[in-house]
């Protein structure tokens, strides 16, 4: 395969791998018997943002144990091997950058960074459970987890960049990911209509293998790897 500019979209089933849980349906989308479209929304930044922490904290103590597995050091090194390669996820926690991949696209943030509420500065927080600073140094504001929440929008820069690249890339990898979060399925639509071959690697079928022109039923682990 001889592509100049690459891209790799990647979403929730690489974490996985790493044992990083989803927190999305099943027994743990529940935090203090509040739904996780609640606890993890706009609304609660204002109303109650001790409590948005506290969850946020929880989830960052689960992350401790977890580390990038061999999926995410491969695309760290895809960088060398493509004249171009972007890496775009919809992954909050940090592992990409773990592994060694420097200038991620986050569509939906970092957990491991908190942002202030007024300001916008923003704090790396890897590793500090409970999260410090509690308050902005610059302008004394309360800082927020810098992810995005139910109620809110992608990040304008990171996604402007990350289909710009789409339209650009002659290979689009989608991994990891049912894609059916919009507009993350979209980036996908976006390189195949600019002519873009598609590869899916995913351990199951998505709604996206039917418009791939390659699928692969593998776990990324195992497979970006080989690649
Ligand atoms: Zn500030």
Request: proline share 6%.
């Amino acid at each position: 395969m001889k592509a100049r500019s690459v891209v790799a979209l990647t979403g929730a089933g690489i974490s996985a791998e790493s044992g990083v849980p989803t927190f999305r349906g099943g027994g743990s989308a529940v935090w203090k018997g509040m739904p996780f479209d609640q606890i993890s929304s706009a609304r609660m930044v204002r109303e109650n943002l001790p409590e948005v922490w506290e969850w946020f904290d929880y989830r960052r103590g689960v992350l401790r144990d977890c580390r990038p597995n061999p999926a995410h050091f491969a695309l760290a090194e895809w960088k060398r091997r493509f004249a171009e390669f972007t890496l775009v996820t919809q992954n909050v926690d940090d592992l990409h950058r773990a592994a060694g991949s420097d200038d991620v696209i986050e569509l939906h943030g970092n957990i491991q960074r908190s942002r202030c509420t007024r300001c916008g500065k923003s704090f790396d927080i890897a590793g500090i459970v409970p999260h410090e600073p509690d308050r902005c140094d610059d302008c004394g504001s309360k800082v927020r987890p810098d992810v995005v929440l139910f109620g809110e929008m992608l990040p304008y820069d990171a996604f402007e960049t990350a289909e710009r690249m789409a339209r650009k890339c002659d290979l689009f990898f989608v991994i990891g990911t049912s894609a059916l979060v919009y507009p993350a399925v979209g980036l996908a639509e976006i390189a195949k209509h600019h002519g873009a071959f598609l590869v899916e690697i995913n351990p199951e079928e998505t709604p996206m293998s039917d418009v791939c022109d390659v699928t692969i039923r593998a776990k990324a682990g195992e497979f970006v790897p080989l690649l």
